[in-house]
């Protein structure tokens, strides 16, 4: 989703494929894939809900090298239609609701260096691939997002904030309740081995129960560990979210007005 440019560190560049559509990486960029899928996958039961781990294995990504566009979007179409888009790291508002609405997601092409291992702010392709594709062969998953992708082309620029407030506590930070316990199906603790731990496991943070209203009016950064998330009772709690009126919820969000941040400012 749309970020916040870095100021203080180099910018990362997507790559860009070659005329046949193949995207190059060389031997170090595919052995950090391989080191971040293969520290990532082994801490994923008890901790990302089970849905979520049988779409990984669905995608079946490859350990030895960064996965290629068109072989994330063959698995995608064949369960719901959806394909993955190259896009520079920052892309607009406008652009990313469009996307979204044609069953399309962006994806920044680039890999992390060696020296951002560990955490990165900027979506790169393990966090774009690993940490979003898998979900979006769930038809609830999808259908929320291509319904979000409509609400926000619908809404007025003013309230786009609060629409990202939506995708923060859902897609990229969801947690849902299972029989088994509290567990995470957003990107951005899939694709951290970090907050992956500390959102299932830390007594820190708050789980509040999902309302559509109740997040929107919930402010975040983007740089920390999340003090708050949201969890839903099941994708099909997603997918009725598709079918209401998401810019009604935002009408009553202003009418009921902001949270205040429960974590200092950035
Ligand atoms: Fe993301």
């Known amino acids: 989703m749309p970020r916040k440019p870095q100021t203080t560190k180099k910018a990362y560049v997507s790559k860009k494929p070659d005329n046949s559509g193949f995207i190059h990486y060389t031997s170090e960029e595919n052995a950090t894939w391989h080191d971040l899928i293969t520290r990532q996958v082994p801490l994923l039961p008890n901790r990302a809900c089970t849905p979520w781990i049988e779409a990984m ?24 239609g959806w394909s993955v888009v190259g896009v520079p790291a920052l892309i607009g508002f406008t652009e990313f609701f469009q996307l979204l609405a044609n069953r399309q997601f962006p994806v920044a092409t680039f890999i992390r260096t060696r020296e951002d291992f560990d955490y990165i702010q900027e979506p790169d392709i393990f966090h774009e691939v690993f940490g979003h594709t898998p979900p979006l062969t769930d038809h609830r998953f999808s259908a929320f997002c291509e319904a979000y992708g409509k609400a926000g082309l619908a809404a007025d620029s003013k309230d786009h904030f609060m629409l990202a407030r939506l995708f923060w506590f859902t897609v990229e930070f969801g947690m849902v309740r299972t029989d088994e316990g509290i567990r995470a199906y957003g ?19 708050q ?60």
């Open 207 to 266: 789980r509040k129960p999902f309302d559509a209203v109740d997040v929107l009016r919930t402010p975040y950064r983007i740089d920390i560990f999340q003090p708050i998330y949201f969890v839903i009772e099941g994708f099909d709690q997603l997918f009725d979210l598709a079918q209401s009126d998401l810019l009604g919820h935002i009408k009553e969000a202003r009418r009921l007005g902001m949270h205040q941040p429960t974590y200092e400012a950035a």
């Open 187 to 205: 990107s951005g603790i899939m694709s951290s081995p970090g907050e992956l731990l500390y959102a299932v496991e830390s007594d820190i943070p």
């Open 57 to 80: 294995n669905e995608m079946n990504f490859p350990e030895d090298r960064v996965p290629q566009l068109e072989d994330v979007s063959r698995v995608l179409t064949e369960h719901t």
